[in-house]
Nanobody, 125 residues
Framework: RVQLVESGGGSVQAGGSLRLSCAVSGYTNSHYCMGWFRQAPGNEREGVAGIYTGSNSLYYRDSVKGRFTISRDSAQNTLYLQMNSLNIEDTGMYYC??????????????????WGQGTQVTVSS
């Protein structure tokens, strides 16, 4: 019954910003982990940021710290990823995912049970 649907991807110039959204259904009555992952051509899917709904504990990949912000609107059941100062290396397909409980916000993608369909982010110089 859990569903995740991403939106907000697009094409931007380096230094620009995007905000990704993930509409979540089926997790309204429990605490769980949510994360953003991305995959560029030829690369493995990698964790970008995570949040635990029970405490709002946060995880960020080192390369996005200070530039990206993960947040959640509990009333709207929506996960966000605000991406600022985008670099060419941020290009990829971005997915939101949910797991648990129990769960770890820094777990690899293989640990996450539920996934959205992805939204493309392309950053040009």
């Amino acid at each position: 019954r859990v569903q995740l649907v991403e939106s907000g991807g697009g094409s931007v110039q380096a230094g620009g910003s995007l905000r990704l959204s993930c509409a979540v259904s089926g997790y309204t009555n429990s605490h769980y982990c949510m994360g953003w992952f991305r995959q560029a051509p030829g690369n493995e899917r990698e964790g970008v940021a995570g949040i635990y709904t029970g405490s709002n504990s946060l995880y960020y990949r080192d390369s996005v710290k200070g530039r990206f912000t993960i947040s959640r609107d509990s009333a709207q059941n929506t996960l966000y990823l605000q991406m600022n100062s985008l670099n060419i290396e941020d290009t990829g397909m971005y997915y939101c995912a949910a797991d648990g409980p129990p769960c770890s916000i820094s777990a690899p993608s293989s640990h996450f049970r539920y996934w959205g369909q992805g939204t493309q982010v392309t950053v040009s110089s």
